[in-house]
Every structure is written in C-alpha cells, then in structure tokens.
C-alpha cells in the first residue's frame, strides 16, 4: 500500500477552527484543503460511504459484538478443576499451583481491605528471574490490609485447556480467586511484543475490552499498567471516536509512568480509601490526578489525526481515504497534568530493592538473587530506551545494600546474588561491594559492563577470573567507529581491544560480543570490523587463549522516547540479511562464532507497535482474539502478513510510522513526559545523523566529564554528583584471595526431610532452598556463612529430575562456610533445640533431623517406595504389569500370597544386579488414601527407571495421567549391611540383609519386609 499524495487533509477542527467558529467547537466536520490551500469544512456523514469507514464498520463489527468470556467466578470451582485435571496442563499445572515461600497466606484474601492481582503477558517460567512481578507485590505488601496473588499468561497447550473449562486465563494461582474478586489487577510490561497478548487474556478472564464498559461495572476490578515497557504502550488506548468507535477505548484504566516504590503505594493507598468510602472507579481514578506519581488516564486526552484523501478531483463522496499523522493532543479534563510527568525515585537508599521475592517452582534461577545496585544510566546510547527513559543515574549506598543482601539472603535462600544495573562497573562502591558480596555469597554474579570502564581498569577484569567469572558478555554494538558514533557508543575501537586484551589474559572462557545492525553499513565499515576481528584472533593466539568468541547480532529498534524517534526505521523497512550474511562471513573467517538474537518479524512487529499510536487497538483485538495469536517468543511469518492485512483495512499504513519524523512531529506519547525534552532528543538526533557525540556526563579518570544539558537531575547538586562521580578504590588483591581460601573450608549440614505430596511436583533443588531459607529465617546468625545447597539423595538437576515426582523421604546437604559463629550454632545438640524453630518455616515439607558434618552422601544401592495408582487399577492388574516388567528386565522372581499380600521374592542369588528387589502388592487403608484401591511397595535400585514402568501401567493413551500417581520414598538402603550382620529381625527374628541408611519407619532392627509391613493401628 503506498502513501496517498497529500493533495487534501481531513480531521477534526483544528482548535483555530474551533476558536474562530465556536458554534462548530463540539461537532465534527472534516476540513479539506485543496491544492490552492482552500479550505471546506462537510458534515462527516457524507463520508460514510468511503472504504475506510466501511472497513472500520467491518472491524467493528468484528469487534464490539465481543462480549467478555463466562469464566468460572467461583475460587471453590475453580480449585476443585484444578486438583482434578492439573495433569492436563504443562509440567502438571505446577506454574499454576502457587503457595510459594513468600507468597501470601491465601487464608489472608477474604479479610483484606485491598486485594490485587499481579498480572503477566509472559508464562510463568519465562518470567521467573524476572523482579519486576515480586518487586510490585513486596511494595504493595507495605500497604496495610492489602493482600497480593500472581497470575500468568498459561504456556501454549494450557490455553485450549483453560478456556473450554472456563478457566479464567487469569487466575490467581495461590488463591484460585478469578479476576473479578479482586479490587485491582496491574499487569507489569516488560517489552512491546507481550503486548499482543494483552486483549485475549483480559477477554478470557471474563473482563469487558473497554474502559467505558468495565467503569460502569462494579464487579470488575481496576485494570492498571506499569513496568520497563509502560511509556510504550499507546496502541493500547484506542479506539478513537474519530474511527467510529462510539466512546469504546482503552484496554487499560489508567497507566504508571516510571518508577512504583512511592506511585503504587500511593495508588493503593487512594484506592483502599475510596472503596471504603464507597467511591465508584471513576471517582477513584480521578483523585489518583495531582497525588500519584506518575499517574496517566489516556482516555483523558484526545489525539487528533489527520485524514488523507486520494481522487480530490472527484466530489467528496467520491474521495477514498487513508488515515494520516497524529495532528493534535491535548487533555480533556482541567484536572489532569499535561504532559504526564514520570516518577523517579531520586534517593534509591530511601526505598527498598527485591528482598521477599517468592521462590519459583522453577530449576532455572533457584537460590539466584538480583540486588538493584543502581538505577538508570549515565551514557546517552541513542537505541536505548532504558538511558533516556530512566535517567539520572542514580545508586544505592552500599550500607543499605549490604543489609538488603542480608534479608534477600534468608528469605529466598540464596546463593547466587546478581548485581542488578544496566552497567554493574559504573557504581562507586563496585570494590567494597564486590569485596563484602563475595564473603557472604556462595557466588556473585557480575551481568553487563562497559567496554570502556574495562579498558582503563585491568584489576577489573583480575578480580572477575578470582569470583569465577568465566563468561563475559559486551556491547560493541556498531561495526565501526563510525557507527557507534551514530548510536552515540563512545566506545573506540582500541578500548574495545585493550579491554578484551585484559579479559583473555585472565583465561576467561566465553566472550559474547554484542553487535547492533543499523542498516547504514558500507563498504568501510564491513573493512574496519573485518581488521578487528582479525586483530581480536591475533590477540587470541597471542595469549594463548582458548575463549569462545561470540559476535551475536541484533537488527536495531528505533525506540519512542529516544533519538532515534525520529530515525526512518531501516530495519524494520527492509530485512537487513544481507548485511548479517556479511558480518556473518567476517565473523566466521576467524573461527568466530555468530548468532542472531532477533528476526526481521519480530523487529517489525515491535517497531510497529512501539509507533503505533491509538488506530492500532482495533487491529490489536483482531489479531489477539479473532485471528487468535498469542506471542510466545517469536512472531511466525503469517503475522506480519496479517498485520499489514488489518493496517489496510484501517486505512493505515506501515511507511507512515516508519519514515523519517521532523523535529516538529506529533507522537502518540507526547502526551506524557519522561524527563528529556523533545527538542534535546532532536539535537542528538541531528548530531546523530552526522555521526557526531559528546562524552557522557559521569565522572571518570582522564575525561572532564560534564552535564549535557539533558534536563534529567532536579538539581545542580544531583549533576554535580554526577560530573564529579569517582569510583572507590580497588582492595588488595590478597583480601579477595583469603576470602577465595577461606571458602574451601566448609561445614556441611545434613538435613533429613519428609517432602509432603503437596510438594511431589516442585524439583527437587526448590525443597534445598527452602530448607536453607528456614535455617536462615530461624537462625538470623548463620546468615553470612551459608553458602549453598551441594547434595541431594535424589536428583538435584531437572533433567533427571523432570520425570520424578516422588515426595516422602529426601536427605540434603548445605554447606556453611566455617567459623567460630556455625561451629557454635550449628551443632547437633543446638541444632535439635532450634528444629521447632526452623519447622515453621518449613511449608510443604518437615525437617525429620539435622547432622552436622556427616561425611559424604551415603552411597544408595535401593530406594523403598511406596506407590499408590488411581482406584480402577486392580492387584490382578497391577501383579501382571509388574510381573511383565520384572520379566523383562531379567527379575527373577517367586511370586507368594501371604495374609491379602502379593509378594514378589526376587530370587536371592539375582539380587545383585535387579533393577527391583523386592516389591508387594497391598491393600490400601481406604482412610488415608482415598483414591486408591491397592499400593504397591518396591525396593529399587538406582537404575530402577519410574516413569518407563508407570508407562507400562497406564499405556500410551492415559500417558498424562501419570504424574497422578502418588510416589512416596519410604527408605535409602545401603549396599554393604557392615553395621548389620548378623543381627536379626526383631520381628521376625530372620538375619537382616540391609542396611539402613534413612528410612521413614523405624527400621534399625527390623528386616525391609518387616518393616514395611503396615502399621495395624
Ligand atoms: S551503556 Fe548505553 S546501552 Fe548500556 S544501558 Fe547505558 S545507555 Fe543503555
Ligand atoms: S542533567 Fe546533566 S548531569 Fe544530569 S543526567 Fe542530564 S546531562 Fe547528565
């Protein structure tokens, strides 16, 4: 579709119309212009025969008749679904179990004042490192009587699943409570493209698309947006009256600008007031205006948008119309604040970083931490969106860090502590920080850096190889010196090279490089990276470094709120495989690795909806419901084919958010402030286009640092701070390696725990941690020394783990560091003193004994489980599906039936190398077991594989049931019975042939028969 030429432009009056003609101010008429300049002002019902509003009367016929989902509204319903078909969902429902450490007793729910949903676009597991959802509930916690849950968007195959059950997608997965029970929900947006995620789940929760619906309904909660993403979200405020919409807009009530430590307390704080006092959502909403931070209601300021009319020549009836620029924004209501100032909370030490985070039931990120050491960045890099929109640079003391680290610590069980900042290297306590972090902490993990701080700072890189980094990743983003002059960089290429120079003499082992692709490359600049990488592989031989190096390429994103707003969109324009097939071959020629992190799809469909503006929102439902798409990571082929389809309809097109902007362009977020003026964005991008920078403003050794006028600090003191900025002075290299010294010498406690069958379905590492957060929680001292979780009985990686959902007995072993302070307070006896204490920290699991240096994990030669399968399997079948697969896995055995008992004797001279030694077939007791009809008792050995005999029991089409089977580990037994021969049974007086290494039941004098024998009480 191409552009029409702007022979006409149609709209509403311009506000100099309307002054000069108020008796036309409220209606709405469309202006023509003609070539002369002449303007004609006709009633807009004379258009109503042209294709765009034919084409929106189609999308809105599409649209409006949508009425929200009958969801189940009842948290009993929905728990008793749950606990009847969890099998049905992605790794057995687990995402949506909740209850985890940290999270809100739900007894709590039904007496808060205040209950809010924390909504994300993103499944559970790729948001589970994510602070942003954990961070909101622990500010929202501080709020009294509010109570908090999380909800998720459900992985691929759980959609179809919840929404023919209705299920709302949006469950509270700790309460089970639908949306509608909540008084707010406020979804946290990371990034653009979760975005497109947005109209299904709100539909399929049963909550109405549109603000002026949900206002009039009292039984639907608020619906607010904040997080990294929250200033790019204006394709989420439509549709407009001017597409003929009628007063249908916004996806969202209200909007948070920037940073939620003081804006979501004082939100919550009004709206706990307001329902109190009996306020309806629209009042609520407007005495957000003027008292929270931050606070932006779109639908309380009007963008205004040109029409553009092809076949002028014509009469107007005939004229075919396609939608221009945004031509006007201004505010609708005296009260609210234009723009709309985003929150910046200037003092960090003031407010307090991620400390209760719940612990996941995820592997990826289990006793792993972020701190927030600091906030915003002090460079200009013009691509990103985090430098303008979160400036100043702003850091947190190390005091207040360091008591942080502490409460993080015990409450989520870490061991891994990650300094959460765009540039961990740019903080002026980095080595005293570095220094007390690494005492504490098992490991400390150190993200991204800037080439250039590294490049004047060897030690830097010294102190990384001592911490065990062994991986470090690095923008170069351009190609050229040229290029990154472009995206403002300030990087040169000999910093580049001196930094890598100190990285590979350190013996790092993988260096990921990262490049952006602008679209401006020529021949120079593919000459120049070529030399490099030439010269990196030089460097690489040189110092006999074995480093895998990884150049891993980005196509660039021209972010609103940036320089770049104003940049024709190259990538998103054309694909730029030519110009990757090129850095690709140069790359490759010195035995470089090269990824791409992103395809040409997945740039447009951000850049489109980062530009878009409120005209998207009827082809954003379109696409999210009618079509039906739901973004899990990448963006197919056929929806930008799609998208193209809806921006024709809407009489839209792509060129026109793509193209090059003038300084005096409308955009659809100029209705909201972030702290850099518009005219300073412009200035840069001028300078940008000439491939011109100036040196950042903080303060660092040979650069006079100085401000630049961005506008960002309130005061000349906040820049003076900034232009004056110096970095502490290193430690002593011997300090760091006394700590490195002190850390080989452990202390290792062992804990022997009953995992509930509540908890069978969490990995195994999750009950690691959680014994560690409640020996840290009972025991605050033991805090600075406890490092990790090293062992477990069973499987402690997911892999293996993946398959065993087997609760009842576990053994752990955590590891202290050793001082007079854990040879004190973890020893047997003060140990067993304190067991009480620690148990109530324990959910989900009981703690049966504590040792301390144990020695190593005992060599397990069986495990005695006890399994319990669903009623409908009967002992005839059970006793021909264990007898096939003992037949098959060369069990010799004799089968006896002894008092109601199927026992398989597996024959003594084959014990040695069966995969089953012992198993029995028993009635269950009806009372403890309700579902079950028979158990059966088995002593497997390690090579004994679960899952592969389960599929013999439920055959291929009841394969999803199998995580339905309850497993229990009664008992670890050892190979060599050392300590038992020669003893008898005191049961049944027969010598006993096992040892007993853990075991449930008491079975230190009794032989494994008897003592899985049940008990007749
Ligand atoms: S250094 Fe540049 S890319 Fe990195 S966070 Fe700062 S502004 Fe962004
Ligand atoms: S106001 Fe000056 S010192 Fe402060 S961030 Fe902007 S350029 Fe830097």
């Known amino acids: 579709m191409t552009l029409a030429m702007p022979l006409m432009t149609y709209g509403t009056l311009s506000l100099r119309a309307k002054r000069s003609n108020p008796s036309l101010a409220n209606k709405r008429y469309l202006l023509i212009r003609d070539k002369q300049g002449c303007e004609k002002t006709y009633k807009k019902k004379k258009f ?7 084409n929106l009367r189609d999308m809105q016929t599409n649209m409006l008749p949508i009425k929200p989902y009958d969801c189940l509204r009842s948290s009993q319903e929905i728990r008793l679904w749950y606990e009847k078909n969890y099998h049905l969902l992605s790794r057995a429902g687990l995402w949506l179990k909740g209850e985890e450490p940290n999270t809100m007793d739900p007894a709590l729910f039904y007496q808060a004042e205040l209950r809010f949903l924390i909504c994300r676009l993103s499944t559970y597991r790729d948001v589970s490192v994510s602070i942003s959802h954990p961070l909101v509930a622990q500010i929202a916690q501080e709020v009294a009587g509010v109570f908090t849950d999380f909800a998720f968007l459900p992985p691929p195959k759980d959609l179809g699943v919840m929404t023919d059950a209705h299920i709302p997608l949006w469950v509270g997965t700790t309460t089970k409570e639908p949306p509608g029970a909540f008084d707010v ?9 979760e975005l497109l995620n947005l109209p299904k789940l709100l539909h399929f929760s049963g909550i109405p698309l549109f603000k002026n619906e949900r206002m009039m309904r009292s039984d639907i909660p608020l619906i607010v947006l904040g997080g990294a993403s929250a200033a790019v979200t204006s394709v989420l405020h439509g549709p407009t009256q001017e597409q003929d919409f009628g007063n249908t807009c916004g996806l969202v009530d209200a909007v948070f600008l920037g940073e939620g430590e003081y804006s979501l307390k004082q939100f919550l704080e009004i709206v706990k007031r307001g329902k109190s006092a009996g306020l309806s959502k629209s009042e609520i909403l407007q005495a957000c205006h003027g008292k929270v931070d931050g606070f932006y209601e779109p639908d309380k300021y009007e963008h205004r948008y040109q029409i553009v009319v092809q076949n002028p020549a014509g009469t107007p009836m005939e004229a075919e119309i396609t939608q221009g620029n945004l031509l006007e924004i201004s505010p609708k209501e005296p009260y609210v ?5 985003s929150a910046v909370v200037y003092d960090l030490d003031q407010v307090k970083t991620l400390e209760t985070g719940p612990i996941w039931y995820e592997t990826e990120g289990l006793g792993a931490g972020s701190l927030q050491i600091s906030s915003g960045c002090p460079c200009f890099c013009s691509f990103c969106a985090e430098s303008w929109e979160r400036k100043p640079y702003r850091e947190r003391s190390l005091l207040k860090l360091l008591e942080a680290l502490k409460a993080a610590k015990a409450q989520q069980g870490l061991d891994t502590v990650a300094l959460f900042s765009f540039n961990f290297n740019t903080h002026s306590e980095l080595y005293p920080m570095i220094l007390s972090f690494y005492r504490e902490m098992d490991s400390v993990s150190l993200k991204s850096q800037r080439f250039d701080l590294l490049s004047a700072d060897r030690f830097l890189a010294e102190v990384q190889q001592v911490i065990g980094k062994t991986t470090v990743s690095c923008g170069m983003e351009g190609i050229s010196e040229r290029l990154r002059r472009f995206l403002h960089k300030n990087l040169t290429e000999e910093q580049i090279y001196k930094a890598c120079e100190y990285l590979l003499e350190r013996g790092i082992r993988e260096l990921k490089i990262f490049l ?12 120049e990276f070529g030399r490099f990488v030439k010269r990196l592989d030089d460097l690489k031989g040189m110092s006999g470094s074995n480093v895998r190096i990884i150049f891993s390429l980005t196509p660039l994103y021209y972010p609103p709120h940036t320089p770049l707003q104003f940049h024709e969109c190259l990538t998103a324009i054309a694909d730029i495989k030519k110009i990757s097939r090129a850095i690709e071959r140069i790359c490759k020629l010195q035995n470089m690795e090269f990824r791409e992190s992103a395809t040409h799809e997945e740039i447009w469909m951000t850049q489109l909806l980062a530009m878009g503006d409120r005209r998207l929102t009827a082809a954003l439902i379109r696409s999210s419901i009618t079509d039906g798409f739901v973004y899990y990571n990448a963006i197919p082929k056929q929806i930008l084919r799609n998208w193209r389809a809806y921006l024709m309809e809407l009489g839209l097109s792509e060129e026109n958010y793509f193209c090059a902007k003038g300084k005096d362009h409308v955009f659809p977020w100029d209705d909201i402030d972030l702290g850099i003026s518009k005219k300073f964005l412009w200035e840069e991008h001028e300078r940008s286009i000439h491939f011109q920078e100036r040196e950042y403003c903080l303060g660092r050794p040979h650069v006079e640092a100085r401000c630049l006028g961005c506008g960002a600090c309130p005061t000349p003191a906040q ?18 390696l006394r700590i490195t010294a002190s850390k080989r010498n452990k202390r290792i406690l062992r804990a022997v725990v009953e995992i509930e069958s509540t908890l069978r379905l969490a990995p195994k590492r999750f009950v690691g941690v959680a014994i560690a957060r409640a020996l840290m929680l009972a025991i605050p001292e033991v805090v600075p020394y406890y490092q990790a979780v090293s062992s477990s009985m069973q499987y402690l990686e997911e892999e293996s783990a993946i398959a065993d959902f087997t609760h009842g007995m576990n053994v752990y072993h955590l590891s202290f560091l050793s001082h007079d302070t854990t040879k004190k307070l973890l020893d047997n006896e003060s140990l067993s003193l304190r067991l009480n204490r620690i148990q109530e920290h324990c959910r989900g ?12 994990m005992p060599e397990v030669h069986g495990i005695l489980y006890k399994i319990c399968l669903p009623a409908e399997f009967t002992a005839p079948f059970l006793q021909q599906k264990l007898g096939a697969y003992l037949h098959a896995n060369y069990v010799r055995h004799t089968l006896l039936k002894r008092e109601g008992q199927t026992i398989f004797q597996v024959d003594p001279k084959h014990r040695k190398n069966a995969v089953v030694l012992y198993a029995r077939i028993d009635k269950t007791h009806r009372t403890k077991e309700a579902d079950t009809e028979f158990s059966l008792y088995m002593l497997a050995s390690r090579r004994f594989r679960m899952q592969e005999f389960l599929e013999a029991c439920y055959g291929f089409e009841r394969r999803r049931e199998i995580v339905r089977t309850q497993i229990e580990a009664l008992g670890y037994y050892g190979k060599n019975p050392v300590l038992q021969q020669g003893a008898q049974c005191t049961s049944c007086h027969t010598p006993i042939s096992e040892a007993f290494l853990f075991s449930q039941s008491s079975g230190e004098n009794r032989c494994l028969f008897c003592s899985t024998q049940p008990n007749p009480h």
């Open 185 to 193: 929900l406020g979804i946290s947006n990371s990034f653009v493209l």
């Open 845 to 856: 699991f009981r703690i049966r004994e504590c040792m301390v240096d144990p020695g190593d």
């Open 48 to 54: 109503l025969h042209s294709n765009i509003i034919k």
């Open 516 to 527: 952006i692709c602008t679209g401006l490359e020529q021949a120079e600049d593919f000459e």
């Open 337 to 341: 604040s234009y723009p709309v100032r």
């Open 719 to 736: 820049i003076k701070k900034l232009t004056h900025h110096t970095i502490s002075q290193p430690f002593l290299m011997e300090e760091i």
